[in-house]
């Protein structure tokens, strides 16, 4: 018999195999781990807890979603009532004895857990089952894994996975070991190789840490010289799968890969838009965020993230049909403030009401106060084009909100014509004209850029004038 780690006389368990081979080159690989190498099946197990926030069965099926995702079959599920997981086995000794009793029903694979578990319940529940254990933040770090397309989002899952693993290294290998299957590595090492293989995750990881560190710095640069020209950065942000991809698609006509499944885009993108004013913004779409992110890839991501924090206005895309939409909206302005970007102003664009029947839309308003969302969210449908001109509109009130806008009138010579263009950019053209001496412009331009064209400028409107304008045209933005 073999004790199980933390806890004394739990449940009588065979004594592993002490003749593994050593050989592994798990913490040599450099793109891709993935946890699954062939369709398998799965048991669920969850551990429902009072004040979870979640529903256990609702979490669950979040969880069934995710294994689908990287070609798992799920074949059951259990869970238990307890206050607080066991320290040694996350169940209870009678319930794992009832999981061990449906393998043979069931015939599974594996076995997912619904939650993060330590190096040492890991080790002990794959004791007692005989099977590879795997938990939510495993299989969320090789969903991420799949979808990466980018050298840059590659080495960020990389660095995460081998953060995750780098504790649960004898883990890894004394299963694959047991089970015969390839992966992470061939079979167990012993106490020499494992601490060979520990060496080389750590190079493995400093050598990647340095890589995301340039392209850190790469970012940080980019973002310098975009505020040297200054244009609106509209982030898109949200639950997985509420439908971000596709509402950047349907603006800007972009072919950003848009499925029906979680984490279809992890790499960023950025699009250049036109609001209804005429006034240019970037549109960027990020990663999705879901219920427990891993730390491992919030540290990971902090480049891509970064871009969040960074935004004049947030877009928080909410599908507002789905059954835990209240939950997926905290769960979004939690990690939000963990990112330090609550502070960035949100637009709440309620997305697939194409979905809804009209007595649904009915009760739109209703349905919003129910998630949390605010009263001046705009209903859109991403995927119809519907009332996508509102939500410009709306975004444009927030941008001017941020900005304060200077009514100028300003002749710019010929030889100047870049300063046309920046003012169409980042201000408001109301007249334009030619003459022999250049380009009369007249019209609203963010008070910031005053310095820059005060050569140029020929008059000034006081500054109530202006304030009036910017509030008048605010009111005449939500009113439409």
Excluded at 433 to 460: C, K, M, N, Q, Y
Aim: glycine share 6%; no cysteine.
């Amino acid at each position: 018999m073999e004790e199980l780690e933390g806890v004394d006389d739990v449940i009588d368990v065979d004594a592993e195999n002490e003749d593994e081979a050593k050989d592994s080159r798990a913490a040599q690989e450099t793109a891709y781990i993935p946890i699954a190498r062939r369709t398998e099946t799965a048991l669920l197990i969850s551990v429902e807890r009072q004040n979870q926030g979640w529903d256990a069965a609702e979490s669950l099926e979040e969880l069934a979603r995710l294994a689908e995702s990287v070609d798992v079959e799920v074949v059951g599920s259990v869970s238990q009532k307890l206050e607080h997981p066991h320290p040694a086995t996350y169940v209870g000794k009678g319930k794992l004895e009832e999981v061990k009793a449906l393998r043979e029903e069931l015939e599974y694979d594996l076995v997912m857990i619904d939650g993060e578990l330590s190096p040492g319940q890991q080790r002990n529940l794959e004791k007692v089952l005989d099977v590879m254990v795997i938990d939510r933040t495993a299989l969320i770090l090789d969903v991420f894994a799949r979808r990466a397309q980018t050298h840059e989002g590659r080495l960020q899952v990389e660095l995460a996975q081998l953060q995750y693993r780098l504790p649960r290294l004898t883990r890894m290998w004394t299963h694959l070991s047991r089970q015969g299957v390839g992966g992470v590595g061939l079979r167990g090492p012993g106490e020499t190789q494992l601490e060979a293989d520990r060496r080389e995750a750590q190079k493995r990881i400093t050598f990647i840490k340095g890589q995301l560190e340039q392209v850190h710095r790469h970012r940080q640069t980019y973002r310098a010289r975009r505020k040297e020209t200054p244009i609106a950065v509209v982030s898109l942000v949200g639950y997985t799968n509420a439908g971000k991809s596709t509402l950047l698609n349907t603006i800007t006509g972009a072919d950003v890969l848009a499925e029906d499944k979680l984490f279809a885009t992890l790499d960023p993108t950025t699009r250049r838009i036109t609001l209804p004013s005429g006034r240019e913004t970037l549109l960027t779409d990020t990663v999705g965020f879901i219920n427990n992110l891993p730390t491992q890839l919030i540290a990971a991501f902090r480049a891509t993230l970064e871009e969040i924090s960074e935004a004049t206005v947030l877009i928080h895309v909410v599908d507002v049909t789905h059954p835990n939409a209240a939950e997926q909206v905290q769960t979004v302005n939690t990690t939000l403030e963990d990112l330090g970007a609550d502070s960035v102003p949100v637009v709440f664009a309620l997305n697939k009401i194409d979905r809804y029947s009209p007595e649904q839309m009915a009760n739109l308003a209703l349905r919003s106060e129910a998630i949390g969302a605010p009263q001046d969210s705009v209903a859109i449908s991403a995927r119809q084009g519907l009332h996508l001109e509102a939500l410009l509109g709306r975004i444009e009130t927030v941008l001017e909100q941020e900005d304060s806008f200077v009514n100028v009138e300003l002749e710019i010579p010929f030889d100047r014509s870049e300063l046309v263009d920046r003012f169409h950019t980042l201000g408001r053209v109301e007249v334009r004209e030619f003459d022999e001496h250049g380009t009369s412009l007249a019209g609203w331009l963010p008070e910031r850029e005053i310095t820059r064209f005060e050569p140029f400028i020929r008059r000034v409107a006081n500054p109530a004038a202006a304030a009036d304008h910017a509030a008048n045209e605010r009111a005449a933005t939500s009113a439409a």
